[in-house]
């Protein structure tokens, strides 16, 4: 089993609509959690970090379940410019020091 | 504000050769960590530099290595090139850990002939 599992997509959406992406990690005892996103060939910047009581920027919802190990991500009125790819990151156990990283879920928001 | 740097941008060896990639974190930066990443896949952590020291390694050979230098720079070498080894290989800094984010570099690719 991986350690960080996501969706691979890809996700094909209108413009407007809602569009929701899960993530399930393996190791109980993870720190952190993250979403970053990933333009064609571009390197990954921090979308959002993932809080257990949950968290809202603009147009995204990051929401943590530890108990089922699952995050999860919420987009809502798509951009076309929200296009790319999303990224689950996990940080390991304390002591660790190394962030885990899903394949990532392709999101395309047509017009 | 500089961002992370690294380089070069593009480089083509071939198989057995050895590389030497490098990396400038953001100024005030003290973590390093590099990462590997292979077309259509997430990026795998390879290791972590934090004070000079190494914090973290990941699954790799002992074909990688890396190096923090004292002005918080990096490099990340590959001996022995396989063809597996084509890849974009990542560097991100952070302020003090990883526990802080990261942030990348626009990465160097590499292709393995």
């Known amino acids: 089993r991986k350690e960080v599992e996501q969706d691979p997509g890809p996700f094909n959406v209108p413009e407007g609509a809602t569009v929701a992406f899960n993530c399930t990690y393996s190791n109980s005892a993870s720190q952190s959690f993250f979403w970053y996103r990933q333009d064609c060939r571009k390197e990954p910047k921090l979308l959002m970090s993932v809080y257990s009581s949950g968290n809202e920027d603009g147009r995204f919802t990051a929401q943590l379940n530890r108990a089922s190990q699952y995050i999860s991500l919420l987009i809502r009125d798509s951009k076309l410019s929200d296009s790319a790819t999303y990224l689950c990151?996990?940080?390991?156990?304390?002591?660790?020091?190394?962030?885990?990283f899903g394949t990532g879920t392709r999101l395309k928001v047509l017009a | 504000d500089a961002g992370v740097t690294q380089s070069p941008t593009h480089l083509i060896k071939t198989r057995g050769q050895h590389v030497t990639l490098r990396c400038s974190p953001i100024s005030g930066h003290k973590s390093v960590s590099w990462y590997q990443q292979v077309l259509g896949q997430g990026p795998q952590f390879i290791f972590q530099?934090?004070?000079?020291?190494?914090?973290g390694r990941g699954n790799f050979p002992d074909r990688f290595s890396a190096r923090q230098f004292p002005n918080y720079s990096s490099e990340l070498n590959v001996n022995a090139l396989l063809l597996g080894d084509s890849a974009l290989y990542l560097c991100?800094?952070?302020?003090?850990?990883?526990?802080?984010?990261?942030?990348f570099g626009p990465g160097t690719r590499l292709t393995v002939l």
């Open positions: 991100a800094s952070s302020p003090r850990t990883v526990l802080d984010e990261q942030f």
């Open positions: 530099y934090y004070e000079k020291e190494e914090r």
């Open positions: 990151v996990v940080l390991g156990p304390s002591g660790t020091y190394k962030y885990i």
